[in-house]
């Protein structure tokens, strides 16, 4: 559920961020004078650009600990053996 909601709110970022920078892009190409093409950069493409932050920063959020777990994962079972200087859990896995 959790998850479902961060990659709707990843994409809804993805969507809004480039739709400003695409009226950003127009703006820029489009108004006549460097005042309002300046204003067109500004504003939109600033607006644009950190959306898409905010879309990257949740698709992080979203991944790290799955790729956290599946390395922890892999190792395991590829029989990485953990330091001395670790705290071992005390698993089902780690009573053998």
């Keep these: 559920m959790m998850a479902d909601t961060l990659a709707l709110l990843c994409a809804f970022l993805l969507v809004a961020g480039s739709a400003f920078a695409l009226t950003a892009a127009i703006g820029i ?12 950069a500004s504003k939109a493409g600033t607006v644009g650009s950190s ?3 905010l879309a990257a920063g949740a698709f992080l959020i979203l991944t790290a600990p799955v ?7 892999a190792a395991k079972g590829s029989g990485y ?3 001395t200087l670790s705290v071992r859990a005390t698993h089902r896995d780690n009573k053998k």
Excluded: K, V
């Design 67 to 73: 790729a956290a777990h599946l390395l922890a994962r």
């Design 51 to 53: 959306l898409l932050r």
């Design 81 to 83: 053996r953990i330091s």
């Design 29 to 40: 190409n489009r108004f006549p004078d460097l005042f309002t093409r300046m204003h067109a």
